[in-house]
């Protein structure tokens, strides 16, 4: 058995080192010294490897042999300690430390990082916990022949490396351990582990056994605590007395090593306490039957335990403490609680011992139950929900189970169970079936449980109805379902209790009630039953129905967009058919329709047969035909020119220019040379208006030749912007002539002289202030 130690590479700050006592307090322990040391574990560092292991193994149940030790060059790091009358778990054993045995004992006032560099580590230990780089290592091993099958021993794992504070959170990267090392030598399987966290294969380990302190906790359950600076061993912390144990092959021979060592540096000791003789040959019984494991024997129920052992020469059993007489056979049938042992004398010293712990549950309750069910068309026959009786039976002990059973034959045998236990049809009137009810240990009993009915006499009450009116018109709307408790309950019994359901089925069987029927919502649109159910505890007393209606305004009462054109008036009508009307106005007005000259928002709000209202908005839109318009003329590009018309007014527009094809673009494009007229028609029906408008352009050539045919260069309707200007250049730049908007053109002369053929230049200054420039051509 091997037992690894792993400490931490990194060295301790003076901030988390521990107080030491002052000189003053010091000498205070000094003059009660014989008082102090009773508090501490105390250590003898003189054992021999064959004390060590003479002091952990149990008896003579074990041949002991190549019994080896290795630690400490200098001084010692193993010896036998006791408990010194302190609350430390072991009153006596050995202990293996990382450091020197002498230095665990109590006080915890100094911080353990003992042993050199040259006090090497060990290779098993590394394998076994897959680590390197070890240090300090403290071996003790030997080979052992055990005479049963099975051994066990109990342990402490202490270590300096349990810190509630300390400045580097990589201290939690690294993490004191230990193993416990056997295998059979003549096999070839490797070392087995037995310093496990129960129940796992996780090594026992400073990170996975801990409490919350600097590192996140760890199978806190096994963790014996930080130590305080009283503690009685030199230790920051420890886990909990734990034990190790293993099945074995009795009479082979076994090899155990137990090592113990740093990992990383020689930094943050360890150790492992052993409990005195706790290494020993056991006989497994198997786990105590417990109320607390929740495995306890039932009442009447037997175990029979088997203690047979090879080579055993007797057994002699023991029930709390005093032997049995008579029984010395390797069974023992166990028919009362108790505390039962057994000592196996397998040589004339060596005994091996079992125990196991015997505890009984109680039965639960056998008795006679009734559930009462409603019968909507009183035949006495209708579906129970059996499940409604298992609180009687059980008496609200949620750790009771209930089976039912038509037959009890069936019951006993646990066979053929009622499948649907919400919906159980009985077969015949005031019909008997078996319930089964089971405890939380396996035990069980009978009880049975008599089918009733009763009959459905009641009235149902008034329908609820409302008008849907939370904004949505889908049939959907809350009710208070209790405003109907007191016509329903009205003359019965005062311990009589009411659940609303929606449907026959979940009210017969009582479930899914209705959770808030303060504020239900039907979920059948305009139209829905809702079931009553009439109880007491388990037992239906009637099923009433209650009719939910939803009415509604009518989704045709929709808002309307009017247009009101200028100085017109109009009538808003809100329809026919309703019980009254009332207008936002001021005053109210009371009626189907009313008269309006000004735009603004009109609401009516009109009640209609059933009670329900429904409001609806005019918006009422002002229009009127434009009183102008701002037209932009894009022109003198040949037959590219455009307009851009933005029409003056309050109405909704569109436009045309030949009075004929209108457009919503106001935007004209593609256009030649000429007068046109820009037509904007309102869309509302308010009126339109016009304007008579020209696209200028000049001309690309000219030929003065007398022939009454293109004789001048000029621009058309240049003559409607008469302050405009017309410059006209030779190639040079050179001016030669220039007119008004009302002038009468070139003629192609230069102080009366012809000018030849070819091209000219101008510019055109408008009184809008556009200037256009260009060429054209002379042509003789």
């Not at 202490?158 to 993490?175: F, G, K």
């Not at 079936?433 to 149902?460: D, E, K, M, P, W």
């Not at 939370?470 to 009589?496: C, H, K, V």
């Not at 009332?582 to 009109?602: D, L």
Request: net charge negative; hydrophobic share 35%.
């Amino acid at each position: 058995m091997l037992f690894i130690f792993i400490s931490t590479p990194y060295c301790v700050s003076l901030s988390i080192m521990k107080t030491r006592f002052t000189f003053f307090l010091a000498l205070f322990f000094l003059a009660f010294t014989q008082s102090l040391l009773a508090q501490y574990v105390q250590v003898n560092d003189t054992y021999t490897a064959q004390q060590l292991v003479d002091a952990l193994v149990d008896g003579s149940c074990a041949q002991i042999s190549n019994i080896t030790f290795k630690g400490a060059p200098n001084r010692k790091s193993s010896g036998y300690f006791t408990n010194g009358g302190s609350t430390f778990p072991f009153s006596n054993g050995i202990v293996l430390s990382s450091g020197y045995a002498a230095s665990v004992t109590g006080p915890n006032d100094s911080l353990l990082s003992e042993g050199g560099t040259e006090w090497l580590g060990d290779n098993d230990l590394e394998t076994a916990l897959n680590v390197s780089n070890t240090i300090n290592a403290t071996i003790l091993e030997f080979d052992f022949v055990p005479f049963t099958d099975k051994i066990s021993f109990d342990y402490i794992f202490a270590s300096e490396q349990y810190l509630t504070s300390i400045n580097s959170q990589n201290q939690c990267n690294y993490t004191d351990g230990f193993a416990f090392l056997i295998k059979e030598v003549s096999g070839s399987a490797p070392y087995k582990n037995l310093a496990v966290v129960p129940g796992t294969n996780i090594p026992v380990k400073v990170n996975t056994v801990r409490g919350e302190g600097v590192c996140p906790s760890a199978n806190e359950q096994y963790f014996g605590g930080f130590s305080g600076p009283n503690h009685p061993i030199n230790f920051n912390g420890q886990t909990i007395a734990l034990k190790a144990e293993t099945d074995v092959n009795a009479g082979s021979l076994y090899h155990i090593k137990l090592v113990v060592a740093d990992q990383g540096n020689n930094l943050y000791d360890s150790a492992i306490f052993l409990g005195g003789g706790s290494f020993r040959n056991t006989t497994d019984l198997g786990p105590d039957r417990l109320l607390a494991t929740k495995n306890p024997l039932c009442p009447n129920e037997t175990i029979t335990l088997d203690a047979t052992t090879m080579n055993a020469s007797g057994y002699q059993w023991s029930k709390n403490g005093a032997e049995l007489p008579g029984k010395t056979a390797p069974l023992y049938t166990v028919t009362s609680e108790g505390e039962y042992t057994v000592a196996i004398k397998i040589t004339a010293t060596c005994f091996s011992k079992g125990k196991i712990k015997i505890e009984y549950a109680s039965l639960p309750p056998s008795q006679t139950y009734t559930l009462l069910q409603c019968d909507e068309n009183n035949d006495g026959i209708t579906n129970f929900n059996l499940n409604l009786a298992t609180e009687i039976i059980t008496n609200n002990n949620t750790a009771f189970t209930v089976q039912y059973f038509v037959d009890s034959t069936d019951a006993n045998l646990n066979i053929n169970p009622i499948v649907n236990t919400t919906a159980f049809q009985n077969i015949t009137l005031n019909q008997q079936i078996s319930a089964r009810v089971t405890n939380q240990y396996g035990c069980f009993a009978i009880s049975t449980l008599t089918l009733l009915t009763s009959a459905n006499g009641l009235t149902n009450p008034d329908p609820q109805a409302k008008c849907d009116e939370d904004g949505i018109e889908d049939g959907l709307t809350s009710f208070d379902l209790t405003i109907s408790n007191a016509q329903i309950l009205q003359n019965l019994p005062a311990n009589l209790q009411l659940r609303y359901f929606t449907s026959g089925a979940d009210a017969l069987a009582s479930i899914n009630p209705i959770s808030t029927p303060e504020n239900f919502i039907n979920t059948a649109a305009y139209n829905q039953t809702i079931y009553g159910r009439i109880y007491n505890g388990s037992d239906c007393y009637s099923i009433i129905k209650l009719n939910l209606i939803v009415y509604t305004f009518g989704n045709g009462f929709k808002n309307e967009d009017v247009i009101l054109c200028e100085d017109n008036i109009i009538t808003l009508d809100a329809g026919a058919g309703f019980t009254s009307y009332s207008w936002n106005t001021v005053p109210i007005q009371n009626t189907q329709t009313i008269n309006i000259n000004q735009p603004g928002s009109y609401t009516i709000t009109a009640v209609n047969s059933n009670g329900c209202k429904g409001s609806k908005t005019f918006t009422v839109l002002p229009s009127a035909p434009a009183t102008g318009a701002i037209i932009d003329i894009d022109d003198f590009r040949g037959n590219n020119n455009s307009i851009t018309i933005t029409p003056q007014g309050i109405g909704k527009y569109e436009f045309s220019i030949d009075g004929k094809n209108y457009q919503n673009e106001n935007v004209f494009k593609d256009l030649i040379t000429g007068k046109y007229t820009i037509y904007i028609n309102d869309k509302n029906g308010c009126g339109n208006y016009s304007e008579v408008i020209y696209i200028l352009d000049y001309q690309k050539f000219f030929t003065p030749n007398n022939d009454n045919i293109n004789d001048v260069w000029r621009i058309p309707y240049l003559s409607l912007l008469p302050k405009s200007e017309v410059l006209i250049f030779d190639r040079y730049g050179k001016l030669l002539t220039g007119f008004k908007g009302t002038g009468p053109g070139w003629d192609g002369t230069y102080n009366g002289r012809p000018l030849p053929a070819t091209d000219y230049w101008f510019v055109i200054h408008l009184e809008t202030g556009r200037t256009i420039k260009g060429h054209f051509s002379l042509l003789r």
